[in-house]
């Protein structure tokens, strides 16, 4: 685009340009490889996402022993099927009861369990997500579409760069004889950050 004086000017927000600006600079004095950063962005955005939870959560839901080693170390239970690393070095799972339901938010900034679900996504990082997950956390469910039953207590973890948190969902009713890949079809991303359930086996999963 360009204004009256003819300047040229992006159309990319500001702090999309300072990263810009960094990383030029950061490859240009040779501190950074660029086919290095690709490669993290890469991984993140197309290999790593909610599938991996959605699996953890299946497991949990099927093995008993393990959701056990969940609930008391996630971050070495995760570790059991291969996911860990970058952002996920100090995981807790947290599980949702009749009595309790849990919702994950990051007040400070947008701290996220990657290795599980992947790179946040944008409402998560937004402060008014940020700020009202806390303060009124039954209206934010309400705008996912989830109302709880009123004697269900909400729960609000605050993540930090050192705890990152996942959210072990019911398991939906009807789903006996599941294996954990057809239940694992039915976690979605938002219920392991707490704004859904996981879904109903006749809207989500295919039963065979
Ligand atoms: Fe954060």
Redesign the pocket.
Known sequence: MNDKSGHAHSELPEVALRVRALETILVDKGYVDPAALDAIVETYEIKIGPRNGARVVAKAWTDARFRERLLTNATSAIGELGFGGRQGEHMVAVENTPKQHNLIV?T?????PWPVLGLPPVWYKSPAYRSRAVLDPRGVLAEFGLTLAADTEIRVWD???ELRYLVVPMRPEKTDGFSEEQLAALVTRDSMIGVGLALSPQFGGEKS
């Open positions: 990051c400070l900034c947008s701290c996220y993540s930090t760069a």
